[in-house]
């Protein structure tokens, strides 16, 4: 398995200098205060008030950049703050081209927030196919925005392509890369062209379950004062012992993406084996429809893998009641295996004839392979697969 230099190196030290501190500590310190004293009147040491800048969010900001290879990093409450707060860079009457597959919750805010409050003008397309991208650019078009690979389809996105032709069409338009399926760890959007790179850091980044957070990485000094005056003027920033708790967790972000790996791939080729699955979605496999693009431009797969059971509704349940390892839960990129069913937990307010067109169907499984033991999973796995689908 490659990956890109030194990132082990710079998740364990960029950002992390014990000189910094006024003891040299080797872990970063949580600074708690909501204010700072001033020597003089408007003259401040290095912050003024902790929604503008805080020490700690400081140091995670400048690690997740160095992970990114990018010059800049803003952190924010949660990974839908995050995606508000680049949306928030546009004005009424502007254009968004957005992938058709996307996260619920991303999709729902552009349909119900941007659009009819704000003024947006939004085409979902099948960006899978750059075509589709020439057609639905128009004049007015201001941002491009996906993921790679998509929630919960696993559709590969070329992003290099994508980018090409979006700034033909207009050097302005900005592309927008969601890359919280893979973490910097197997995927730089930035580096294959893209503008700014969005994660929901509550999932592989933090890694444990126990943080909500966003981050939006760019190379451009413009946008980052953007983003900056969103963390000032809007607010929504995370607390300082949840930017410790992801610095934390940074730490093992490399070992835990080569797990999740390894277990994922095994689960993908045993579910694609079995007889009682329709098909399996996971970019890694040969059978995947952009393989190719995804073995481009990346450098591993993630634990994310979505496939279809021989069944309907009462099968999936039962599958899913069923497990014992694997959780029944939303979320994903913990150290920890879960499992859902997108149609009616994750994308249930995506609309239903939208659904239907996707392939969000009620026999889509989307599971997110932990670093359990291999054996365990597969087998938990198995026995919840003869529950739901005793005969095939």
């Known amino acids: 398995m490659s990956t890109f230099p030194h990132f082990g190196t710079a998740a364990i030290h960029v950002g992390q200098e014990p000189e910094q ?19 003089q009147p408007g003259e401040p040491k290095g912050h003024d008030y902790s929604r503008a800048g805080n020490p700690t969010r400081d140091v ?88 790679s690979p998509s929630n919960p389809l696993l559709k590969v996105v070329d992003i290099a392509a994508v980018v090409q032709v979006a700034k033909k069409a207009n050097p302005e338009i900005f592309v927008v890369v969601d890359n919280t399926f893979m973490s910097p760890y197997f995927q730089r959007p930035i580096s294959l062209g893209a503008d700014v790179v969005v994660h ?21 000094d413009e ?27 940074l730490k093992t972000l490399h070992i835990r993406m080569r797990a999740h790996y390894e277990n994922a791939l095994a689960v993908a080729k045993y579910l694609e084996a079995n007889d009682r699955i329709e098909s399996v979605l996971y970019p890694a496999l040969e059978s995947h429809p952009q393989h190719q693009v995804h073995q481009k431009q990346t450098k591993g797969m993630s634990g994310m893998i979505s496939f279809y059971l021989k069944g309907e509704l009462q099968q999936s349940r039962s599958f899913l009641s069923a497990l014992k390892v ?30 239907a067109v996707l392939g969000i169907t009620d026999n889509l499984i989307r599971i997110s392979v932990g670093i359990e033991d291999l054996d365990d999973l597969i087998a938990d796995l198995d ?3 003869k529950i739901a689908i005793p005969k095939v």
């Open 21 to 39: 501190w006024d003891m040299n500590q080797v872990v970063p310190p949580i600074s708690m205060s909501s204010t700072y004293k001033q020597d």
């Open 383 to 385: 026995q919840a697969l």
């Open 200 to 220: 929901s850091i509550t999932k592989y980044i933090n890694g444990h379950s126990d943080v909500v957070m966003g981050a939006v990485i760019t190379d451009n």
């Open 326 to 355: 694997f959780t029944l839960a939303e979320s994903l990129g913990g150290y920890e295996s879960l499992a859902e069913l997108p149609s009616i937990m994750t994308h249930a307010s995506v609309p239903a004839e939208t659904r």
């Open 223 to 249: 946008f980052q004062q953007h983003l900056f005056f969103m963390q000032l003027a809007v607010g929504a920033v995370p607390s300082p012992f949840d930017c410790f708790l992801v610095n934390r967790g």
């Open 60 to 147: 995670l900001q400048k690690n997740l950049a160095a992970l990114e290879d990018a010059k800049h990093c803003q952190v924010f409450a949660s990974g839908l703050a995050a995606t508000s707060a680049i949306i928030n860079l546009l004005k009424t009457g502007d254009h968004i081209v957005c992938s058709d597959d996307v996260y619920g919750g991303t999709q729902r805010y552009i349909r119900r927030v941007a659009v009819p409050n704000h003024g947006l003008e939004v085409d979902s397309v099948d960006l899978t196919d750059v075509k589709n991208l020439e057609k639905a650019i128009k004049p007015n078009t201001k941002m491009v925005w996906f993921e």
